[in-house]
């Protein structure tokens, strides 16, 4: 297959080094066989290239700027931050007046945020396992956690999320645009490392949330901009009062 190389410095899900369409064969370890082995792996270069939102747009920013309202609205503000990874995102939650919690499967990612942001809690925990109880959350922070979700795995992540916020509780997903899966290879800059990612429609996630008693709020698709190399895409939806 034709490969694409990229600059060193392009390190994030939406800038791999090196990306292949991906065809539903094994050639390597994949990252759906072992999520967490392989963000424990990468947990300290992850952190060194992404210490904060200066990867996210202005239309990023605006859009958890939105889903932070949202979610005030509710008269809450308790978030889970589902995939949380290093925790890179928190301060910008917590400057937007929520109180916030993170869950990720890879216990080194958890380390680090634990280590960098010692004052909150973070448990292991995935979008279809996550650690709370039924009725527990104003608000899901999903931001690109669905990149290793088969679209076939939508309504489970769906019924979950239903599951875990409160009546009216406001979820937010980003994700990459498309219809395929692809390869990222020397992941993070670790040369062997090889992970599936996988690429969403904002109409197939919303259609999953409603599915799932959702109302969607928000389903928008955007052209890439600066080093992104994918159109981007936002879904917020509340669930059901």
């Known amino acids: 297959m034709p490969s694409e190389v990229w600059g060193a410095q392009s390190c994030h899900p939406r800038y791999p080094l090196r990306v292949w369409c991906a065809p539903a064969v094994d050639r390597v370890k994949r990252m759906d066989d072992s999520v967490s082995d392989a963000y424990d792996t990468v947990a300290e270069s992850y952190a060194a290239l992404l210490p904060d939102t200066s990867a996210e747009s202005a239309a990023d920013l605006a859009a958890i700027a939105e889903f932070a309202e949202l979610v005030r609205s509710t008269g809450g503000t308790t978030v889970m931050d589902v995939g949380c990874g290093t925790g890179r995102m928190i301060p910008t939650l917590l400057d937007h007046g929520l109180a916030v919690r993170g869950c990720d499967p890879s216990p080194g990612m958890l380390a680090v945020a634990r280590r960098t942001h010692p004052d909150i ?3 292991l925990g995935s979008l279809t396992e996550i650690p709370a109880t039924d009725d527990a959350l104003d608000g899901v922070f999903a ?27 406001v979820v937010v997903l980003a994700f990459q645009v498309g219809n395929e899966s692809r390869l990222i290879e020397n992941a993070y800059g670790h040369s062997g490392l090889a992970l599936t990612a996988w690429t969403h429609r904002a109409d197939r996630i919303a259609r999953a949330l409603e599915a799932a008693g959702f109302e969607t709020l928000r389903s928008t698709e955007r052209a890439p901009e600066g080093r992104e190399r994918l159109p981007q895409g936002i879904v917020i939806a509340r669930r059901a009062a």
Request: glycine content about 14%; hydrophobic content about 40%; cysteine-free.
């Open 121 to 123: 809690r973070f448990d």
């Open 143 to 169: 931001w690109y956690s669905v990149i290793h979700t088969d679209p076939d795995s939508l309504g489970e992540v769906a019924a979950e999320l239903g599951r875990v916020l409160v009546p009216g509780g």
